[in-house]
Nanobody, 120 residues
Framework: QVQLVESGGGLAQPGGSLRLSCAAS????????MNWYRQAPGKQRELVAA???????NYADSVKGRFTISRDNAKNTAYLQMNSLKPEDTAVYTC??????????????WGQGTQVTVSS
């Protein structure tokens, strides 16, 4: 069984920072891409940032220069450092990852999400 668990959400003021974590656990053989999505009320879910197993990254235009995705392969964890937060960054942030288990079966796993609220 594999689980993804996000943490680090909460309330931040405009211009502030938060750091989200996405930790994978279970019978993991390898983790391919790890991605952060967000969904604001009444809006479609959007891809915020992505990182490959080799460390290549990609960002939504709306967060470029403000958010940084990284990963620690030894800890099976991805991070999303969010700086210069804006009220429009308010959303539920969820991570997903393509994970191969020790039985060498690959599957896309999702976390449960963490709320980020940016407000004064």
């Amino acid at each position: 069984q594999v689980q993804l668990v996000e943490s680090g959400g909460g309330l931040a003021q405009p211009g502030g920072s938060l750091r989200l974590s996405c930790a994978a656990s279970g019978s993991i053989f390898s983790i391919n891409a790890m991605n952060w999505y967000r969904q604001a009320p009444g809006k479609q879910r959007e891809l915020v940032a992505a990182i490959t197993s080799g460390g290549s990254t990609n960002y939504a235009d709306s967060v470029k220069g403000r958010f940084t995705i990284s990963r620690d392969n030894a800890k099976n964890t991805a991070y999303l450092q969010m700086n210069s937060l804006k009220p429009e960054d308010t959303a539920v942030y969820t991570c997903n990852a393509v994970i191969a288990t020790i039985s060498l079966l690959s599957k896309l796993y999702w976390g449960q999400g963490t709320q980020v609220t940016v407000s004064s």
